[in-house]
């Protein structure tokens, strides 16, 4: 299932991120980019050991931050690994940090000229980030990063679950087809 916006500049999938032919897949990572459960170990798993050589090299991230290495094994050409917030009832800055993660994959994505990029539901799994909260923020960010121009044509929100697509599609419908 595909469902785009924009002129096909954004679109919305449900399944495996893992497995999307792009030039860049975003990794809801922890600080430390060496990998954990949930989108992060499906990445590692599929992208093979190298994957974790190289991010051990990165140094670790900051919360809001994003840092790209290549995606190895997987079909998409890179990886940005973005640090979520963990929730903590949403009065200690997650959804500036949150906004930080999408914009700084957009910047990155930019700044090596890539043009399709696809994200899962930063911090919405083990980092406990309602959903329905963190769509509009995720939406926001990413159709300002299109319209700002540059060469990333066209960005994918990928859901696992069909109520977090839902959730999207809820936030994407006021966006012209
Ligand atoms: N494809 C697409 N989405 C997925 C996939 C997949 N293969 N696997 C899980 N999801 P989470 P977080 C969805 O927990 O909340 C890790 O241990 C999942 O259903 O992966 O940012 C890291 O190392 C959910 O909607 O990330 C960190 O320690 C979304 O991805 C911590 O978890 C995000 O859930 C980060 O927590």
Same mark, same amino acid.
Request: hydrophobic share 45%; with cysteine; net charge neutral.
């Given at each position: 299932?595909?469902?785009?916006?924009? %002129? +096909?500049? *954004?679109?919305?999938?449900? =399944?495996?991120?893992? @497995?999307?032919?792009?030039? &860049?897949?975003?990794? !809801?990572?922890?600080?430390?980019?060496?990998?954990?459960?949930?989108? %992060? +170990?499906? *990445?590692?798993?599929?992208? =093979?050991?190298?994957? @974790?050589?190289?991010?051990? &090299?990165?140094?670790? !991230?900051?919360t809001?931050?994003?840092?790209?290495?290549?995606?190895?094994r997987?079909?998409?050409?890179?990886?940005?690994?973005?640090?979520?917030?963990?929730?903590?009832?949403?009065?200690?800055g997650?959804?500036?940090?949150?906004?930080s993660?999408?914009?700084?994959?957009m910047?990155?994505?930019?700044?090596?000229g890539?043009?399709?990029i696809?994200?899962?539901?930063?911090?919405?799994?083990?980092?406990?980030?309602?959903?329905?909260?963190?769509?509009?923020?995720?939406?926001?960010?990413?159709?300002?990063?299109?319209?700002?121009?540059?060469?990333?044509?066209?960005?994918?929100?990928?859901?696992?679950?069909?109520?977090?697509?839902?959730a999207?599609?809820?936030?994407?419908?006021v966006?012209p087809?």
């Open positions: 299932m595909e469902r785009t916006w924009l %002129d +096909g500049r *954004i679109a919305l999938v449900q =399944g495996d991120l893992t @497995r999307l032919q792009v030039d &860049a897949i975003v990794n !809801a990572a922890n600080a430390s980019l060496l990998g954990g459960g949930g989108v %992060d +170990g499906a *990445i590692h798993r599929a992208a =093979g050991p190298e994957l @974790r050589e190289a991010c051990r &090299a990165l140094g670790g !991230a900051h809001g931050e994003a840092k790209i290495t290549p995606g190895f997987l079909p998409a050409r890179h990886v940005i690994h973005a640090v979520g917030p963990v929730w903590q009832g949403g009065g200690a997650e959804d500036a940090a949150l906004a993660c999408y914009r700084a994959s910047r990155l994505a930019a700044e090596h890539l043009r399709s696809a994200f899962p539901a930063i911090s919405t799994g083990a980092y406990g980030f309602p959903i329905k909260r963190a769509t509009p923020i995720a939406v926001d960010e990413v159709r300002r990063a299109l319209e700002a121009g540059g060469p990333v044509r066209r960005a994918v929100f990928c859901c696992f679950s069909p109520e977090d697509a839902a999207y599609e809820r936030v994407l419908a966006l087809a």
